[in-house]
């Protein structure tokens, strides 16, 4: 038996689902499992979606990989029922999952915490009328960023580019949720940073820059087209680097989080500015994916890179070990 086997013992990787990114978790999912497996370790599939939690208590799991994305597996809620059944996972805990899943409520103790976000507003979907839409925009100008604030892989999301588009954009959006973010729109650079560990141990991995077509970062873009162009690490000068990095460290800690995450920014292309957009806790693992892509940078490969992660699993409250 390898001693990776003895250390973790029975793994499950969960990953499929119920939310609208079942299909990026399946790709996430299966290369975890496969890089896991190839490690000597004893991992198994486990799709949420198919199976009951309990299952993984009664067939004697000692821990778990969630590769799941979006709600029912990002969000807290697999976390406690996880809690509960008392076995570890990776990934944030109960908290720091819930609170990331909510990109409003992630900018407000991002902005507290000294980590700038752009100017947003929040919009209930059954009294936003389309006055108030035309307010929004008139504050923020136009282009105008609208986002389902629940939902990750750029889905929900509208860039609306003129006042006669606003309902339309605001409509699409509402298809995932009954909150809508607004938000104005910083035009500049895309930037992601993955973070791994926790509490002072926490690092910053190399920033990777977004070059989509047409800057528009969208599903396919993200998932499958060959197109879309990726720098690691970013070309941008030492200091700026540096200073990036810590905000990503310092926004991974505002909200708990622990084990591993990944930062998104906009660098605002008039002053070198950075913006927080987000935080993912359950970040993809597939072939298109950024952690890895920076990981592999710093000398980490696929493989050793799952390990790592799935040796942070833990229980309990996990933001109390800062």
């Not at 029975?10 to 996430?28: D, N």
């Not at 103790?109 to 925009?137: H, K």
């Not at 310092?250 to 935080?279: K, Q």
């Amino acid at each position: 038996m390898s001693d990776l086997r003895k250390e973790f013992g029975k793994v499950g990787v969960l990953f499929g689902g119920r939310s609208a990114e079942r299909e990026v978790s399946l790709m996430s999912g299966k290369g975890v499992l496969a890089a896991l497996q190839a490690k000597g370790i004893d991992a198994h599939p486990f799709d949420p979606a198919e199976r009951s939690i309990a299952e993984l208590a009664t067939e004697g799991f000692d821990r778990v990989f969630i590769a799941l994305h979006g709600v029912f597996g990002e969000d807290g809620s697999l976390q406690g029922a996880l809690e509960q059944l008392g076995i570890p996972y990776t990934g944030p805990g109960v908290m720091a999952s819930s609170i990331a899943m909510d990109k409003i409520m992630t900018k407000r103790i991002c902005v507290s915490n000294g980590v700038p976000t752009p100017a947003f507003v929040s919009l209930e979907v059954a009294s936003t009328t389309t006055e108030r839409l035309q307010a929004v925009a008139k504050e923020f100008g136009l282009p105008l960023m609208l986002k389902a604030p629940h939902e990750g892989s750029t889905i929900g999301i509208a860039r609306v580019e003129s006042a006669d588009c606003l309902r339309d954009g605001f409509d699409l959006c509402a298809r995932y949720d009954s909150v809508i973010l607004a938000e104005q729109f910083v035009k500049g650079r895309e930037l992601t940073v993955p973070v791994i560990g926790r509490g002072r141990d926490a690092r910053a991995l190399p920033i990777v820059e977004i070059r989509a077509p047409q800057g528009n970062y969208d599903y396919e873009h993200k998932y499958f087209s060959d197109e879309t162009e990726y720098l690691c690490p970013a070309p941008l000068d030492e200091a700026l680097t540096k200073r990036i990095q810590t905000l990503a460290v310092n926004a991974f800690n505002a909200i708990g989080c622990t084990g591993w995450s990944r930062v998104d920014f906009m660098l605002r292309e008039s002053d070198n500015e950075p913006f927080l957009l987000e935080i993912n806790t359950s970040p993809g693992m597939t072939s298109h994916s950024l952690v890895p892509m920076s990981a592999r940078v710093a000398g980490t490969g696929y493989e050793d890179l799952c390990v790592e992660i799935l040796r942070l699993a833990t229980l309990g409250l996990k933001q109390s070990s800062k």
